[in-house]
């Protein structure tokens, strides 16, 4: 699979950036993709949202300032480029500040500098299709709030204490929040709170209480 340059990808055109994302629509009504056919260019720059582009997201406040829009353009694509289809490494993580972090919450882990590379290869280890269905955008300031869903068949591997467990082709929807924090159009700090009790159960990973029990 060829991966799309860092240039292309950073050039991305917006509307290009939601046509590889699952986007939901407002709560009551049901999830849906995206489609447009719009071409990435070679600019250097992210391009800004536009209404239209802005209507089809899940956003809690549509008016948002200049400042905004280009900080949600980061974000989407950050989320595009970790699409399983096209996984683009270098761009995610060049969209971090030098000192840039990625926190997986739940499982008390913190990535910087190279480590940042890791996390997108790690879920496609998991799930080949992986892919974010956005739900709930909220834009403040530097500050973008997201309610989503990780989606994908686990079809790799997962790396336990007792062994590997091997995928077994089930379907799996993790609900996550996700916190990012921006300054200067760069990711100084993205909290990442994934489902994993959820995920792991899709996965058919078994709990062994019992165990928990003996060992006590």
Known sequence: MKLLSRKSITATAAIAVLGGLSIAAVPSQAASPVHSSAAAHSSTTVPDLTPRQLAKLPLTDRHLTRHERHNLAIVLRDYYVAEGSHIDVPTFTNSFAKDGVFNDMVAGQAYRGEALGTVLPYMKGLFSDVHRDLKRITVNGDVISIELSIDGTFDGQLQTPAGVIKGN?????APTADFWYLHDGKVEMFNCFVGYSKMYSDMGVK??????????
């Open 207 to 216: 709990w062994d209480w019992a165990g928990a029990v003996n060992n006590h």
């Open 169 to 173: 082709g089930n379907k799996v929807a």
